[in-house]
């Protein structure tokens, strides 16, 4: 009985004469959920809820390009541009596969206008420069080869690698000669502990790192034993480990430093990498391809924030420099004729 009810219902899905959420929540179930983690799918999941609030039981394919539109336009207002945009895509991509399977006969999500508040911006919580630089110089006094945590912090700070890619790391991914990092896998921690692939293709990438990084990879290599585990950061138990382990340990080091950021965790690491990297004039697109990113639209997209805060500080560095053209003493009233 149970399985002729799956039957029909998968029947109703490939005609299209399912409401949008149950068809969206088949999708990801099957392309999208043994991959990701479940940070990830519980947005998977909002978006859901999202759609059925909408959308009710409008089955997928009475749905018109205007409907969708409408739904964009009503999200779009108490949202940020770059929130609304990560919606749209995942939306496209279950709509797009819909129409591939011949489930629904055109792409109701076709050229929508992402519509957003502007006024809403995502601010990603970083640490400035001397709160940075305190954390930095407090790991590297305070590191031991049993406890990885501290290690991984470092190489956050000084790579702006995800805590899944630092996991993964071996020492055949580390080349000492050439200060490189290689990152081409990571470490799902949520599904047992096991190598998985990077988040996307453009996140497989080489990262150049510094003369500190690569002797604190020197170190440790020196004082572990290679030949028990190719896996850099173990315990002393020869585990990973935790996300949470680690994200203590980051809180502790910040109690101690009386470093106060509300709702910072690891990949906050990372944003203050970006800030940082920022600060010191580095390139965008550089940025861009040291995190993976695909092109500099995500890089823009996620750090729009940060680049605005940045654009503020270079104009008033435009103006004072401007202004030193000028000598003070010249009366300006009296020169312009």
């Not at 990077?198 to 990262?207: A, F, Q, V």
């Not at 896996?231 to 994200?247: C, D, E, W």
């Not at 729009?304 to 009366?331: C, H, M, P, T």
């Amino acid at each position: 009985m149970e399985l002729e009810l799956k039957l029909q219902k998968n029947s109703g899905i490939y005609r299209g004469e399912v409401p949008f959420h149950e068809y969206f929540n088949s999708w990801y179930e099957i392309y999208k959920a043994d991959s990701i983690m479940p940070i990830t799918l519980s947005r998977y999941k909002a978006t859901e809820h999202l759609i059925k609030k909408f959308f009710g039981e409008q089955k997928i394919n009475e749905i018109k390009r205007a409907d969708y539109q409408s739904f964009i336009n009503e999200y779009g207002k108490q949202h940020a541009p770059s929130t609304v945009i990560e919606k749209n895509n995942i939306l496209k991509k279950c709509v797009q596969n819909a129409l591939y399977d011949s489930v629904i006969e055109k792409d109701f999500t076709f050229n929508t206008v992402v519509v957003s508040n502007k006024n809403r911006k995502v601010k990603v919580d970083y640490m400035n420069v001397q709160e940075l630089k305190r954390l930095t110089e407090y790991l590297l006094n305070h590191l031991d080869y049993h406890y990885s945590s501290n290690y991984m912090i470092l190489t956050a700070i000084f790579t702006g690698a995800r805590i899944g890619e630092i996991m993964a790391l071996t020492w055949k991914d580390i080349n000492l000669n050439f200060k490189t990092i290689n990152i081409n896998k990571a470490w799902n921690y949520f599904k047992g502990g096991k190598f998985k692939e990077t988040k996307t293709e453009s996140s497989n990438r080489i990262i150049p790192i510094n003369k500190t990084l690569v002797n604190v990879f020197k170190e440790l290599k020196n004082a572990k034993d290679p030949q028990k585990t190719d896996l850099l950061f173990t315990t002393q138990f020869g585990t990973i480990p935790s996300s949470n382990a680690v994200n203590k340990t980051l809180r502790k080091n910040m109690e101690k430093l009386d470093i106060n950021r509300k709702n910072f965790h690891f990949h906050s690491l990372c944003h203050s990498h970006v800030a940082y990297l920022l600060s010191q004039g580095v390139d965008i697109y550089a940025i861009a391809k040291r995190l993976g990113h695909s092109d500099i639209t995500t890089t823009t997209r996620t750090y729009a924030y940060l680049i605005d805060e940045l654009e503020k500080s270079n104009d008033e560095k435009i103006i004072s420099g401007l202004d030193l053209l000028v000598d003070k003493n010249v009366d300006t009233k009296t020169a312009i004729k």
